[in-house]
Each structure stands twice: as C-alpha cells, then as structure tokens.
C-alpha cells in the first residue's frame, strides 16, 4: 500500500484524508491518505521519517509551510519564490517540495472567469500566505496588472518588490481600493475577514463594485460569506474557496501519482462534510 498524509499543527480539522481517500477508492488505487499531527520542535524529525517509511508525498499546512523548505533535497522554482510549500513528493528518496496554493486558485478562477486571465485587471485583498502564492502564480502565468490592498502597507509593499515575475502593481489603501472597485475584473479576498464564526464581517466596502465583475473569496465556510452576499446582489459573478482548496489538492495528487483525479468526487466529498 502506497502511504501519503499531511503534517500540520493543529491538523484534527483537515478535509484532505476525506477528499484523498475518495478519488482513491474511485480509482481503485492501494493507497491510503492519514493526518500527521506535527508540531514545529518535531518538523525535522517527522521530514526523516517520510524518507525513512517511504511515504510517497505529503502536504503541509501551517505553521510548516516555510520552515519546512531547508530540510527538502529540492524546490520547484514557483515554490521558492512564493517562499512556502504545501506539496512534497518523494522521487526516488529525494523529498522535492512544490507549491499548489496558488496554482490551485488560478485553475478554480478559471472555472469563473475563462482560460485567458492575461488581460483582466484584478486586486488582491491582503498580504498573507495565501496573498503570496495567488500573487505570484498569477503574475507567473501573464497576469499583466494586480493591484493590493491591505490594512498595513510594509507586508504588500515587500511581497511586490520581491516577486520575480514582470507585471504592473501598485498598492492601495483599502479606502483608496473601494474607491477604485469599478477598474477592476476581478477581485480576490484572500484574509481571514468573514471566516466562521465572524460571518458578518466583510474586508472593505464595495459600493463602487462593477457589475459582471467577478469576486472570488478563498474563505470556504461559510460557502458564501457577506462579501459575496453583496458581490451577488450588486450582479458580480461570485466563487467561493472550495475550488481553491480541491484544486490544490487535486495538483498535488498528480505530482504523487501522475494521475488528474476526479475534480467532482473531491468537491462532493468536501461539501458533504461542509453540509452544503
């Protein structure tokens, strides 16, 4: 039997093990996905242990994700510049990291907005983790103008100044943004703002929002938080993110297996355990 699993702390709430195991099953595949709980002090010893058991991939997931990449025998170009990795593969004893966060964002956009993302002018709302990744990815795949709001410029600045890849991008105050909400295609929500159990928070106002914008949130519960209840009423085109977090997933498991899994059995998977 073929082992892969997620490390984490704290990691008792994961979906991935439900999701994973579903597209196994449906495959036929010998192969099980478990959560390892892994606190920070014990990070290198559970990296040995992966070799060690020959576990064939893992995701990481916070507070791992940077610290983890010194202890990897390589990093995929995109990973190293976003600076974090939720993707390992062991290929042949060599534990490469990867990062599919933002990879996984632009394929659930897609599903939205159509393949050709180049040309659309879009604002990114925060400086996290996930700000980074969906930044960097989409600026690696010709996104020619990103825009960032955040409530502390020095973080958005830095994430700008330091990506490698060429485009146009400029920061602004959150007032100066939902001044601005009509330039914009698309509009991507990417902190904590919303999350359960502060369902009636929103980022920032969007009275100026256009409509046939799209705005996507990478909140998934709730599945439709009170930025996208406006969006919606305003006649914006809203994801939620849940195909955010199932792509993700789904890339990872064809850097382990070489095989695209069915996107449709992780998503149902993943929405019977949310209850939507």
């Not at 993302?117 to 700000?131: H, N, P, Q, T």
């Not at 969006?231 to 977090?245: E, Y």
């Amino acid at each position: 039997m073929a082992l892969y699993g997620v490390i984490g702390d704290p990691i008792a709430h994961s979906m991935s093990p439900l999701m994973h195991n579903s597209v196994f099953k449906d495959s036929g595949m010998d192969a099980e996905y478990v959560k390892f709980h892994v606190k920070k002090e014990q990070l290198s010893e559970a990296i040995s242990g992966i070799k060690a058991l020959g576990i064939q991939g893992v995701n990481v997931t916070v507070p791992h994700k940077e610290h983890v990449m010194p202890l990897l025998d390589g990093i995929d170009p995109l990973a190293e510049a976003i600076g974090a990795v939720n993707t390992i593969v062991n290929e042949n004893g060599k534990l490469i990291g990867y990062n599919t966060d933002g990879l996984g964002f632009v394929e659930g956009l897609k599903k939205v907005a159509g393949d050709r993302l180049e040309d659309k002018s879009m604002l990114i709302i925060g400086a996290g983790g996930a700000a980074k990744a969906i930044y960097y990815t989409l600026a690696s795949s010709g996104v020619k103008t990103i825009d960032v709001t955040n409530r502390t410029p020095g973080r958005a600045e830095n994430m700008m100044e330091a990506c490698p890849f060429e485009l146009h991008s400029s920061y602004l105050t959150l007032a100066a943004a939902e001044n601005a909400l009509h330039q914009y295609d698309v509009i991507i929500q990417t902190t904590s703002i919303g999350m359960f159990p502060h369902m009636e928070d929103s980022p920032l106002k969007i009275n100026r929002l256009k409509a046939g914008s799209i705005v996507s949130d990478i909140i998934y519960n709730p599945l439709e938080t009170a930025l996208l209840k406006q969006a919606k009423q305003k006649g914006a085109l809203t994801q939620n993110g849940l195909d955010m977090f199932v792509f993700q997933g789904a890339l990872s498991f064809e850097k382990w297996t070489g095989i695209f899994p069915s996107y449709s059995i992780m998503k149902n998977t993943v929405l019977q355990q949310l209850g939507g």
